[in-house]
C-alpha cells in the first residue's frame, strides 16, 4: 500500500501487510502466548513495512513488549478486554457503530463474509466483528491463493465497511485507558498501521 523502496518488490509489501495484519489478530484475540511476545521482544525495530511512518509506534510497541514480563501483559489484557460481565474495552465493531453488541454491523458483516465464501469457526465463541476476527479476514484477502476473492478490490470494500470506520474510536479507547500500557502501544501501532493502509486504499481510488 505504500510505495516499496527499490530493493523491495510489490510481493514483499504485501506479505508484510498480512503478517501486520496476522500480529494484529493474534495480539487482540488473546493474552499474547509466550513465544509470540519472545518474537515480537527481538523483532528489528525498523519498519515492519516500507515506509518510515510505522517505524515510530513500532518501535514503541517492540519497546513495550521488552520493558514488561508475559504475566504483567497477560493481566492487562484480562483487565482491560476480559473479565465476567461486561468489558472495560470492547473489541467488536458493533458496539462502536452501533452502540450495542449483535446489531445491524454484524448482520452486514455475516452477509460480506458468506459472499467472501468465508464462515466463522464454531470453536470460536466470539461474533466475528471482534477485531481479531476482522484482521484475519484481512490478511485472508492479501495472502488467500483465490484472486477471486484476495483481492485490492475485496481488500478495498471490507476495510472501508467494516474496519475502517471504527478503528479510531477503538484506539482511542485503548490509548486513554489508565489500565493500558503495552496495549496503549499497540493501540497507536493499530492507529498508524490502519491510517496507512486507509490512504493506500484512498489511492486506488
Known amino acids: 500500500m505504500t510505495a516499496p523502496l527499490p530493493t523491495s518488490s510489490a510481493l514483499d509489501e504485501e506479505t508484510a501487510r498480512a503478517e501486520i495484519y496476522g500480529l494484529l489478530a493474534q495480539l487482540y484475540y488473546a493474552p ?21 511512518f510505522l517505524e515510530e509506534p513500532w518501535r514503541q ?70 477485531v481479531a476476527y476482522l484482521c484475519e479476514v484481512m490478511r485472508y484477502l492479501i495472502a488467500g491463493d483465490d484472486v ?8 478495498q470494500a ?7 470506520p471504527w478503528m479510531e474510536p477503538l484506539c482511542d479507547a485503548i490509548s486513554g485507558h489508565p489500565k493500558a500500557r503495552f496495549y496503549a502501544r499497540l493501540a497507536e501501532f493499530t492507529r498508524a498501521f490502519m491510517g496507512v493502509e486507509a490512504q493506500g486504499f484512498d489511492m486506488l481510488g
Not at 477471486?148 to 481488500?155: G, T
Open 158 to 164: 471490507f476495510f472501508a465497511e467494516h474496519l475502517q
Open 32 to 52: 499474547p502466548a509466550p513465544e509470540l511476545l519472545a518474537a515480537l521482544r527481538v523483532a528489528v525495530t525498523e519498519a515492519p513495512a516500507q515506509g518510515a
Open 61 to 130: 510497541l517492540v519497546g513495550a513488549a521488552r520493558e514488561r514480563t508475559d504475566t504483567a501483559i497477560a493481566e492487562e489484557y484480562d483487565a482491560l478486554f476480559g473479565g465476567v460481565g461486561k468489558p472495560e474495552i470492547h473489541l467488536f465493531g458493533s458496539h462502536y457503530l452501533a452502540g450495542f453488541l449483535n446489531e445491524k454491523p454484524l448482520a452486514r458483516l455475516r452477509d460480506t463474509l458468506a459472499q467472501l465464501g468465508l464462515a466463522r469457526d464454531e470453536a470460536m465463541p466470539e461474533t466475528e466483528d471482534h
Open 148 to 155: 477471486a476473492v484476495a483481492n485490492l478490490a475485496r481488500q
